[in-house]
T-cell receptor, first 113, second 112 residues
Framework: QKEVEQNSGPLSVPEGAIASLNCTYS??????FFWYRQYSGKSPELIMS????GDKEDGRFTAQLNKASQYVSLLIRDSQPSDSATYLC?????????????FGQGTTLQVKP | EAGVAQSPRYKIIEKRQSVAFWCNPI?????LYWYQQILGQGPKLLIQ????????DSQLPKDRFSAERLKGVDSTLKIQPAKLEDSAVYLC??????????FGQGTRLTVV
């Protein structure tokens, strides 16, 4: 079983639509969760962090966490062509601040004008 | 605030040669990570340091890869001897304890 699992996609949405990206993880003790965006040929950059169950909103982005289901999601509202990228889910394993930071394989998002 | 610095940006070597990558993390970041990212895949954690101690190196191919973090600051990752399958982008990242990781620009390695 993969430690952090994402659907590799591609996920294609029209401009202005809501894009929904999902991630599951295996370490039940994990406390810190992150979404990164990676443009082709570039390094990952942080979009959102979430630590508590529920929703966290930042502009057009909403991260959702359900620790009981070991599930993290990212919603992108009013999707723009510039949002086309690979979205990486990352989980810091365990309850310690020094836990391993593990990434999923990423979901490729295509926003069509 | 200066970001994570990595060098070189690109490297082409022949198989069985050796290569070394260098990383300077963000000042004050205790945690340093080395990831390998093969085209089309997510970053794979090779080794994670906390200050100058190793937190995890379970995915590091120790017969050919080695890494060190001197004085809890800069780090080097070495491959000796390189194989064709080592062609990838090597990403260095750093973080404060609970925080998220900031990435360097990466080193693109091509083994021919």
């Amino acid at each position: 079983q993969k430690e952090v699992e994402q659907n590799s996609g591609p996920l294609s949405v029209p401009e202005g639509a809501i894009a929904s990206l999902n991630c599951t993880y295996s370490d039940r003790g994990s406390q810190s969760f992150f979404w990164y965006r990676q443009y082709s040929g570039k390094s990952p950059e942080l979009i959102m962090s979430i630590y508590s169950n529920g929703d966290k909103e930042d502009g057009r982005f909403t991260a959702q966490l359900n620790k009981a289901s070991q599930y993290v999601s990212l919603l992108i509202r009013d999707s723009q062509p510039s949002d086309s990228a690979t979205y990486l889910c990352a989980v810091k394993e365990g309850s310690s601040n020094t836990g391993k930071l593990i990434f999923g394989q990423g979901t490729t998002l295509q926003v069509k004008p | 605030e200066a970001g994570v610095a990595q060098s070189p940006r690109y490297k082409i070597i022949e198989k069985r040669q050796s290569v070394a990558f260098w990383c300077n993390p963000i000042s004050g970041h205790a945690t340093l990570y080395w990831y390998q990212q093969i085209l089309g895949q997510g970053p794979k954690l090779l080794i994670q340091f906390q200050n100058n101690g190793v937190v995890d190196d379970s995915q590091l191919p120790k017969d050919r890869f080695s890494a060190e973090r001197l004085k809890g600051v800069d780090s080097t990752l070495k491959i000796q001897p390189a194989k064709l399958e080592d062609s990838a982008v090597y990403l260095c990242a750093s973080s404060q304890s609970r925080g998220w990781a900031f990435f360097g620009q990466g080193t693109r390695l091509t083994v021919v």
